[in-house]
């Protein structure tokens, strides 16, 4: 199972190459979720996005905003190299799909 979920995020994330530029906010004020860096970050209504979504059994209606592909956490900004990001660095309101989705993610300046 986790071998088949491994194998439609990374052809998701193929398909999602290009991501929708919107304003960053400061990490400062992440105050909805939790800082993650995330591989890519996509628009919600994207039709690539709901269909990876779906094949993952997460409700898509009404969800809006942007959703992280492939995260990990950032537990405190600027300490350690460990806490850095290199890709996209976004505050996600829902983080409970194991690092393989975001959801609510707004992205954010470090």
Request: glycine share 10%.
């Given at each position: ?33 939790n ?8 628009d919600?209504?994207?039709p ?13 209606q ?15 900004v ?7 990001c ?25």
């Amino acid at each position: 199972m986790f071998s088949k979920l491994s194998f439609a995020v990374v052809g998701a994330l193929a398909i999602l190459a290009a991501a929708t530029p919107t304003p960053n906010e400061p990490a400062s004020q992440c105050a909805t979720g939790n800082l993650q860096c995330c591989q890519s970050a996509q628009d919600a209504s994207d039709p690539a996005v709901a269909t990876l979504l779906g094949s993952l059994g997460i409700p898509v209606q009404g969800l809006t905003g942007l959703v992280g592909l492939t995260c990990s956490a950032i537990s405190v900004v600027g300490v350690g190299s460990g806490d850095s990001c290199t890709e996209t660095p976004v505050c996600c309101s829902d983080n409970a799909f194991a690092g393989v989705v975001s959801l609510g993610c707004v992205p954010v300046d470090l």
